[in-house]
């Protein structure tokens, strides 16, 4: 299969790439690079949806910033079926879900590898299917794996959190094994969240939707229930030690923040340790927030976006006592799922910068943050018309970035 090579200098508002042609642009070389040089105009130009004001100064539709150094971006394969979650073995090959409930092993070159076997069936129908994935930190001598998927269960379907050790010749998943289950169990197919992490502690953060319909949407603000969270369990799927205390009654141990709507993409920042998520909204209103324990996120109580029908959500309101404001949110979607923060050193300029994939917004999100506040926006491979799902960074120190097409992308310094 012929690689599609993409090669990008970001010294004007345009990004040369290319999609399957073999042609190859030409590629623009920047002299005397100054890092993160800012347009002033917001990437985003097309008219929100709301009218709403934000809470604070650049919570949304921040100056736009670009790459100075040259970036090549090369689609390794496009062999894959709707890939959903990705994470770096140590050895560096990619280890990556697809929806349908299957796993595969994907080297640096390209090479795809059959399907592991042994995972539990997975819904797959809607928005659900076999989601994110991660390796025990002790991955290397146990070869164990976790992962969320969408599971049907008496009542409906839920988000679920399955384990199981990589077999020695890599063909199979052994003894899976589910751990949790976020119930109550609803009869949708919209989202599951599905993103899963190690904290420091060793523990599994994990994320719910609150599978998008009344009544359970409403749900998002109750704690005694693990709908519309962030949960933190231990590797057996209990709840973790040092959990925040939710005051009311029956409320879930294992709950870490409360108050989300789907959210597809956390990842902690190198540098503070912090937890950070991605959040859609309806129609507008997607977030970025910085999670913090015990808090309540809002939905959907509190929403910059509106129903899809065009109408309020609730009684249309943006801030609440109690809730915690994004850090940053769109107007129109963009969609945003899995995310990384960029901790390698061959591009200085993306030190500690988040990278989203946007499936609606069909481009790579790069947000600057300083402070905690978001500081600039840029939108990476936004002409190839793809639906980037989800992004990590290698052991080699590039970005892997696989759309919902079935392209694994290495993007990195030429």
Not at 22 to 30: I, L, M, N, W
Not at 174 to 192: D, L, Q
Not at 250 to 273: D, V
Not at 278 to 302: C, F, K, L, M
Request: aromatic content about 8%.
């Amino acid at each position: 299969m012929n690689n599609i090579k993409v090669f990008i200098a970001l010294t004007s508002m345009v990004l040369l790439t290319i999609g399957c042609s073999k042609k190859e642009p030409d590629t623009v070389v920047v002299e005397d690079p100054k890092p993160n040089p800012t347009t002033e105009t917001p990437v985003e130009t097309n008219p929100p949806n709301a009218t709403y004001s934000s809470a604070f100064q650049g919570q949304t539709r921040i100056k736009g910033v670009k790459t100075t150094t040259v970036i090549q971006a090369t689609a390794i394969t496009t062999a894959l079926t709707a890939p959903w979650g990705i994470t770096a073995l140590p050895d560096g090959r990619l280890l990556v879900t697809e929806k349908a409930g299957r796993m595969r092993i994907i080297t640096t070159t390209g090479t795809v590898s059959s399907a592991i076997t042994g995972i539990p069936a997975v819904n797959a129908s809607g928005q659900g299917g076999l989601l994110g994935l991660c390796l025990d930190p002790q991955f290397a001598t146990n070869k164990m794996v976790y992962w969320v998927f969408s599971e049907n269960v008496t009542g409906g379907n839920l988000t679920a959190v399955a384990k199981g050790r990589l077999s020695g010749d890599e063909a199979s998943i052994e003894n899976a094994t589910v751990i949790y289950r976020a119930g109550p169990a609803a009869n949708s197919n919209a989202h599951f969240g599905g993103r899963i992490l190690f904290d420091q502690t060793g523990n599994l953060i994990v994320s719910t939707g609150e599978r998008a319909y009344s009544p359970s949407r409403e749900l998002a603000q109750s704690a005694t229930a693990a709908l519309g969270k962030i949960i933190r369990i231990t590797t057996n799927g209990l709840p973790a030690s040092g959990n925040p205390t939710f005051t009311q009654i029956g409320a879930l141990p294992e709950l870490f923040s409360i108050g989300h709507r789907n959210p597809q993409g956390i990842a902690f920042h190198p540098m503070t340790k912090e937890l950070w998520q991605s959040e859609h909204g309806p129609r507008g209103g997607d977030e970025i927030n910085r999670v913090q324990p015990g808090a309540n996120y809002g939905w959907p109580t509190i929403t910059y976006g509106l129903e899809y029908n065009g109408q309020r959500v609730l009684t249309g309101t943006q801030q609440q006592t109690g809730m915690e404001q994004p850090v940053y949110y769109w107007d129109p979607v963009v969609s945003p799922s899995g995310m990384t923060f960029y901790s390698g050193n061959r591009v200085p300029e993306w030190q500690n910068n988040l990278f989203v994939g946007s499936l609606s917004g069909m481009h790579i999100v790069r947000l600057v943050i300083e402070n905690n506040k978001v500081t600039g926006e840029e939108r990476l491979l936004s002409t190839d018309g793809q639906r980037f799902r989800d992004i990590t960074q290698g052991i080699d120190g590039a970005l892997y970035a696989i759309t919902d097409g079935g392209r694994l992308y290495r993007i990195d310094k030429q």
